[in-house]
């Protein structure tokens, strides 16, 4: 039992690059989400998904896409990368959404961008 | 909107000590609150969940309460070690997902 699964651990890209990160779960949850973290900032939802075939904006949405590709999988897109895009991501998932069951975290992408 | 705070930033204490970690919030219509763990270059470890009906939850040396009305809620530990040290953050749930708190940094020393 993994948990929550995410590739890759760390990435460098340029600036305007793309990159998709990967996010997976095995504990048949309805909800995942995506958080970024900066020194300073805490941590910051970019999007989330409430259940299987929807997908919502979070407080940093700008810059990113996402897919929720079935119910264990939930990517992260940077269509063109900027440094400002510099940050650790995180992923977790809960049984349901909008944080009203205990939510589950991976163990985070760290992504420079140059 | 929703805004979380935690203080004190960092802490420092002597192994043995029983501490207090304080959390706000700004909005009172909340699911949940969520009291978390993490390490250095690691992800969050969840310790302990209080939904909005639940006055205090424990686990092992850990005590988290709930106050909803004044906008609070506080994490003890007991008799702390040095593998306490870490970054606690709080999330609070409500209209939005998790909404966290910069954390607070301990250490504890031998």
């Known amino acids: 039992n993994a948990g929550v699964t995410q590739t890759p651990k760390f990435q460098v890209l340029k600036t305007g690059q793309s990159m998709t990160l990967q996010c997976a779960q095995d504990?048949?949850?309805?909800?995942m989400y995506w958080y970024r973290q900066d020194p300073g900032m805490g941590l910051r939802l970019i999007y989330y998904?409430?259940?299987?075939?929807?997908?919502d904006k979070g407080e940093v949405p700008n810059g990113y896409n996402v897919s929720r590709l079935n119910k264990r999988e939930f990517s992260l897109r940077l269509e063109s990368a900027a440094p400002s895009q510099t940050s650790v991501y995180f992923c977790?998932?809960?049984?349901?959404?909008?944080?009203?069951?205990?939510?589950?975290f991976g163990p985070g992408t760290r992504l420079t961008v140059l | 909107k929703q805004e979380v705070t935690q203080i004190p930033a960092a802490l420092s204490v002597p192994e043995g000590e029983n501490l207090v970690l304080n959390c706000s919030f700004t909005?009172?219509?909340?699911?949940?609150l969520q009291w978390f763990r993490q390490d250095p270059g690691k992800g969050l470890t969840s310790l302990l969940l209080?939904?909005?009906?639940?006055r205090e939850q424990t686990s092992g040396r850990l005590n988290a309460s709930l106050d909803k009305s004044s906008g609070r809620s506080t994490l003890y530990i007991a008799a702390s070690q040095p593998g306490d040290s870490a970054t606690y953050l709080c999330?609070?749930?409500?209209?939005?997902?998790?909404?966290f708190g910069k954390g607070t940094r301990l250490s504890v020393i031998a």
């Open positions: 998904s409430a259940s299987e075939g929807t997908t």
């Open positions: 209080i939904q909005s009906s639940q």
């Open positions: 999330g609070v749930a409500g209209n939005t997902p998790l909404v």
């Open positions: 909005d009172s219509a909340i699911y949940n």
């Open positions: 504990m048949n949850h309805n909800s």
């Open positions: 977790a998932s809960s049984e349901n959404g909008r944080g009203i069951n205990e939510q589950f």
